[in-house]
């Protein structure tokens, strides 16, 4: 049994057109270039730090707090109409027939991850949901999940989209899964070392399987 805990924007539901088109449409309002295509593209192959880095051309920090506060409000206006990344539900399924134990870390809201989960039938299935207000917080949050459930760092599975997914839980010493069909791009995901990287959602269940062979058995 292990504990898998996942990202949610970009790993779990696939919020990325529906997230840029928000940031796209406040452009306006908070004064700077909406995003073209070619941009896009290149802020996949970017770290988190580096995209944090390269939108102060466009954005002070100060309002790109807010814009990420705005853009969490905004997206709570369309959370039931998005879906979950194609063939995650079905691997969701199969890790809890596995026995393994499911939660959520994200620096999106409760209300929304809640929302989302009702919606497709599976708030059930995930233990806890933990939110962190900051960008580059989930190391703290991470820390936080293993403090209030008394765990082992090595029971922890991470899976999460970008670099500072990857950061944030080797910092904290928990494995992770870097999954190639969120945000960041393969090549840069790779760059951070995950102990896994992954293109569709059931290669995870292999995942765990090769990492706790013995509660496969168990069930079989
Ligand atoms: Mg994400």
């Known amino acids: 049994m292990k504990v898998i805990i996942f990202d949610f924007d970009g790993t779990i539901a696939d919020s990325f057109d529906t997230v840029l088109g928000i940031v796209n449409r406040l452009a306006l309002e908070f004064g700077f270039e909406p995003f073209n295509l070619d941009e896009v593209k290149q802020l996949r192959n970017l770290n988190s730090r580096e995209i944090v880095r390269q939108s102060q051309s466009r954005i002070s920090v100060f309002r790109l707090v807010l814009l990420l506060r705005r853009l969490k409000a905004e997206v709570n206006?369309?959370?039931?109409?998005?879906?979950?990344?194609?063939?995650?539900?079905?691997?969701?399924?199969a890790l809890k027939q596995r026995g393994d134990r499911l939660g959520i870390v994200t620096s999106n809201s409760y209300e929304n991850v809640s929302a989302f989960l009702e919606t497709h039938g599976l708030k059930d299935w995930f233990e806890?949901?933990?939110?962190?207000?900051?960008?580059?917080?989930k190391g703290k949050v991470l820390?936080?999940?293993?403090?209030?459930n008394t765990l082992n760092a090595a029971a922890l599975i991470y899976?999460?989209?970008?670099?500072?997914?990857?950061e944030a839980a080797k910092k904290?010493?928990?494995?992770?899964?870097?999954?190639?069909?969120?945000?960041n791009s393969k090549e840069i995901l790779a760059e951070?070392?995950?102990?896994?990287l992954i293109q569709y959602p059931h290669q995870l269940v292999e995942v765990i399987n090769h990492l706790d062979p013995k509660?496969?058995?168990?069930?079989?």
């Open 215 to 220: 509660s496969q058995d168990s069930i079989r």
């Open 192 to 196: 951070q070392h995950p102990d896994f």
């Open 143 to 148: 820390r936080r999940v293993l403090r209030d």
């Open 172 to 183: 904290t010493g928990i494995r992770v899964v870097a999954v190639s069909w969120g945000f």
């Open 159 to 166: 899976v999460g989209d970008e670099t500072r997914d990857i």
């Open 77 to 93: 206006r369309e959370i039931r109409r998005l879906q979950p990344i194609d063939g995650m539900t079905e691997t969701l399924w």
């Open 128 to 137: 806890f949901i933990y939110t962190g207000t900051t960008i580059f917080g």
